[in-house]
C-alpha cells in the first residue's frame, strides 16, 4: 500500500445516466454528455476520457523522467493513446496502447525515459496489473 503524505488535488465529478448519461464536475469546469461506444450521440463514451486523461498524465510522467535525467523535454512531444474496452472469459476489461513521440530524443533514450514514465505515471501504477499496456515510439 501506498503512504499517502500530503493530497496535490482531488477531481470531483457527479455523473447520472452511466455510458449514456452526463458528467459534471464541482467546479463547473467539465460538463459533458456521454455516448456508449460505436452508437450514436453528442458526447465522448468513458474510453475515451480515460485515454485523453491517462496520456496527459503520461506526458507529465515523460516530462519528470526527462528533467531528472537533464534531458531537455521537446515541447512537440506528444503521446497517442487508445483505450479498448473488451469482453472475454471472465468478463469485461480494458487494455490500452500508447504511441510515444519524443522527437529530438535518440530512440534509445527515449524508450528509458517511456519505461521511467510508465513506472510513475499515477494511471499506469493505478493500472498496473490490470491493464495490458503496450507501447510503441513513433
Known amino acids: 500500500m501506498i503512504t499517502v503524505r500530503k493530497i496535490l ?22 460538463d459533458i454528455r456521454l455516448s456508449p461506444p460505436g452508437a450514436p450521440g453528442e458526447g ?11 496520456s496527459a498524465c503520461f506526458i507529465g510522467a515523460l516530462r519528470h523522467a526527462a528533467h531528472a535525467r537533464k534531458i ?3 515541447p512537440e512531444a506528444s503521446v497517442e493513446a487508445e483505450v479498448d474496452l473488451g469482453h472475454g472469459e471472465q468478463g469485461f476489461f480494458l487494455q490500452a496502447r500508447f504511441g510515444v513521440s519524443l522527437p529530438g530524443i535518440d530512440p534509445a533514450i527515449a524508450r528509458s525515459l517511456i519505461d521511467a514514465a510508465h513506472q ?4 499506469s501504477k493505478a493500472t498496473r496489473g490490470n491493464v495490458d499496456v503496450a507501447f510503441r515510439l513513433v
Open 9 to 30: 488535488h482531488s477531481g470531483k465529478t457527479f455523473t447520472t445516466g452511466g455510458r449514456d448519461g452526463m458528467s459534471r464536475s464541482d467546479d463547473g469546469r467539465l
Open 44 to 54: 465522448p463514451h468513458p474510453e475515451q476520457l480515460f485515454a485523453a486523461c491517462w
Open 72 to 74: 531537455g523535454f521537446p
Open 120 to 123: 510513475n505515471c499515477p494511471y
